[in-house]
């Protein structure tokens, strides 16, 4: 069974015409998850071979979905249903979840297997997948470098051929990112197109559930089944899901292309530029109109993010007390010492780092002068997409400033490690959709990704045109 090339489609023929049941295939996955030298997993899911005899039966009796019996990978901040839960954090080490998250749910309901759950930064709050309690996941390309973040044992474990699909969470990129580090596809919906309940919060405002997979096509059958209004989630949006599979063989050269000039600046290594720059040249000459357009606020989009993020962050980790669940401290301590000792041990130096500086931005005398301001550049950040929206339907941009770089060469530089999140921020702090697909490798060899990016519920755009450029 060549791993390498199943994608839903291929598995959904292998196991209708008795190729292989998903019994057969998730034995094969469960078998390479569990001698994976990626650390691509923090734990595997006991029941996933009951969950495929089930998915068999239902195959069997002729039902089913497009996505019944495929195995998924799920990031560890979101909640499976008698799952170890860990958010990537000492503080929730041993916290099995009591209700699983709806987009989990609905792909539980749609015939998917659960083969395990993926290593990601502590609460979603890394760039590097370092700042893991249970260690660095290794890029399956140069196991010397990191594989993104802070969804990167989802992407890692994508092109490791360890899941054939998975889930991440985008709150500053951390799909689209890790997707680009790894050679994969990842899309980052618009805010609100999909349910966050039951998904451990970092900043409320700016977080999105979405999905990760070889092709285009793979994250429109998942966005498909994930996607849709959720009376458990407030943020959620009652707007009709479109059909996302069959946007992918419309026409996509209707469509108006264009590339922001302040994503191409110094910031990106000449090589990706060299890169991306064929590509748009390649669509030029297939048809499709491209201009440039002008993003002005892109350079103030990434300090409002992190002003914005650890203001949200300092608000939704103080949940983290270790009295309802997750860590425990001394019983013959007092509160205060309680919470000192729970909260010193529990969270690592990022999770630390943040909320400090956001408890800081939201204190009296600091409130107006950074965490309003940065609310007030984010309308300014979304007013700038909305403008470029009326000129053209897709922007053309790079996904990250480098290729993957190497495991540690970031880690005391904590600006320098955001730095590298400077082309995916804006689209959370406006709202908008975005994709990453591969386009290509450098001279190292290490892939290089394209980002799309569309306006609010545009999600089909983004599949049509991907799809298109994937052909290429």
Sequence with gaps: ???????????????????????????????????????????????????AEQADKVLAEGNGTALTGIPLAVKDILLVKGLVATGGSKILENYVATYTATAVQKLKDAGMVIVGKTNCDEFAMGTSNENSAFGPVLNPHDKTRVPGGSSGGSAAAVAANLCPVSLGTDTGGSIRQPASFCGVVGVKPTYGRVSRYGSMAMASSLDQIGPMGKTVKDTA?????????????????????PDYVAALDRNPKKLRLGVPKEYFSDHLDKEIKEIIHGKID????????????????TDYALAAYYLIMPA?????????????????????????????????????????????LGTFVLSAGYYDAYYKQAQRVRTLVKADFAKAFKEVDVLLTPATPSTAFALGEKTQDPLEMYLADVFTVAANIAGICGMT?????????????????????????????GNFIEKL
């Design 1 to 51: 069974m060549d791993l390498d090339k199943l994608t839903i489609d291929s598995i959904q023929t292998g196991l209708r015409q008795g190729e292989f049941s998903s019994q057969e295939l998730t034995k094969e996955y469960l078998s390479r998850a569990k001698s994976d030298d990626t650390n691509s997993f923090i734990s595997i899911n006991d029941q996933a071979l009951a969950e």
């Design 221 to 241: 059958y998942l966005l498909q089944h994930m996607a849709g209004f959720d009376k458990y989630d407030a943020t959620s949006s009652m707007q009709t899901v």
């Design 282 to 297: 390649e669509l030029e000459k297939q048809g499709f109109e491209i201009k440039e357009v002008s993003l002005p606020y």
């Design 312 to 356: 949200e962050v300092s608000s939704n980790l103080a949940r983290y007390d270790g009295i309802l669940y997750g860590m425990r401290a001394d019983k013959k301590l007092s509160l205060e010492q309680w919470y000192k000792q729970v909260r010193s041990h529990g969270f690592g130096a990022e999770a630390k780092r943040r909320i400090i």
């Design 437 to 465: 697909l591969p386009i290509g490798n450098d001279k190292k060899n290490l892939p290089v990704g394209l980002q799309l990016l569309a306006e609010p519920f545009a999600e089909e755009k983004l599949f049509s045109l």
